[in-house]
């Protein structure tokens, strides 16, 4: 789980943060980046079984998580 205490993200944006070149729009910020941090990780999540998300709230700061499915190895 990352925790992240800064602005957070609309919620209208928060369907497509996982998607490929998506960058969320800040106000006319100016910011590096190709938009494809969250795509890749969650793609690797997405290979090995598991699921990635998200919650945020405005003001608030955003909270990423992903889980893996347990496998037994004997």
Same mark, same amino acid.
């Given at each position: 789980m990352v925790i992240d205490? @800064? !602005?957070g993200i609309s919620p209208d944006k928060l369907p497509h943060l996982f998607? &490929? #070149? #998506? !960058?969320v729009d800040t106000g006319g910020h100016q910011y590096s980046g190709? @938009?494809?941090g969250l795509y890749? #990780?969650?793609?690797?999540v997405k290979k090995?079984? @598991?699921v990635m998300g998200v919650e945020? &709230?405005?003001e608030e700061g955003s909270t990423f998580w992903f889980t893996l499915p347990l496998y037994d190895t004997q």
């Open positions: 205490k @800064g !602005r998607d &490929r #070149y #998506y !960058r190709l @938009g494809l890749i #990780y969650n793609e690797i090995h079984g @598991g945020s &709230r405005l």
